[in-house]
T-cell receptor, first 113, second 115 residues
Framework: GQQVMQIPQYQHVQEGEDFTTYCNSS?????IQWYKQRPGGHPVFLIQ?????EVKKQKRLTFQFGEAKKNSSLHITATQTTDVGTYFC?????????????FGDGTTLTVKP | DTEVTQTPKHLVMGMTNKKSLKCEQH?????MYWYKQKAKKPPELMFV???????INESVPSRFSPECPNSSLLNLHLHALQPEDSALYLC??????????????FGPGTRLLVL
């Protein structure tokens, strides 16, 4: 079945440092979404990437979708304490039923002030 | 309104109890989902309803029974649960098709404890 691997599992940074999480799929994806879950909270949608090689930016966050549509990354520039949480990618394999996205295991980010 | 609501927020039940979790959205989304999330793990898909019909059942035990009374409501009926079923149960909805793809909006979840 489809596997979505996400690394690293944990990342501890000093406030102001950059942070990157990577998502890799064993199969070509139709699209990929990124979600953020704060401690004690629920996943909140950040972005969706659909096109090969797509790059999207949201303020300090930069999202990329690989040319082969098998990998993606989320990069945060100059982290702040508000960035704390677990970041999940979720992707749907090409030609599978709509709605059947597989979540990566998540990267938990802690930021030391 | 991009809100998905879930009730109750917390639920404690015994293994012989019957209870129901409720989810509601008014975004006109035609896909609704149930996920189970254990601590420090990603959400695990249980069921998907598309246009009020069950389209995906991820081999979930029959002690979990989903129901979609209409396009805005989703229920999860619980019966004879086991302690290992204790988890955060998340509901989500999505607009199917078009540029929105599978962008899912999650509710706050129900924290379930089975004793």
């Amino acid at each position: 079945g489809q596997q979505v691997m996400q690394i690293p599992q944990y990342q501890h940074v000093q406030e102001g440092e950059d942070f990157t999480t990577y998502c890799n799929s064993s199969t070509t994806l139709s699209n990929i979404q990124w979600y953020k879950q704060r401690p004690g909270g629920h996943p909140v949608f950040l972005i969706q990437l659909v096109k090969s090689g797509e790059v999207k930016k949201q303020k300090r966050l930069t999202f990329q979708f690989g040319e082969a549509k098998k990998n993606s990354s989320l990069h945060i520039t100059a982290t702040q304490t508000t960035d704390v949480g677990t970041y999940f990618c979720a992707g749907r394999r090409l030609y599978t039923n709509a709605g059947k996205s597989t979540f990566g295991d998540g990267t938990t980010l802690t930021v030391k002030p | 309104d991009t809100e998905v609501t879930q009730t109750p927020k917390h639920l404690v039940m015994g293994m012989t109890n019957k209870k129901s979790l409720k989810c509601e959205q008014h975004m006109g989304h035609r896909a609704m989902y149930w996920y189970k999330q254990k601590a420090k793990k990603p959400p695990e898909l249980m069921f998907v309803y598309s246009y009020e019909k069950l389209s995906i059942n991820e081999s979930v035990p029959s002690r979990f029974s989903p129901e979609c009374p209409n396009s805005s409501l989703l229920n999860l009926h619980l019966h004879a649960l086991q302690p290992e079923d204790s988890a955060l149960y998340l509901c989500a909805s999505a607009h199917l098709g078009g540029s929105a793809g599978e962008t899912q909006y999650f509710g706050p979840g129900t924290r379930l404890l089975v004793l």
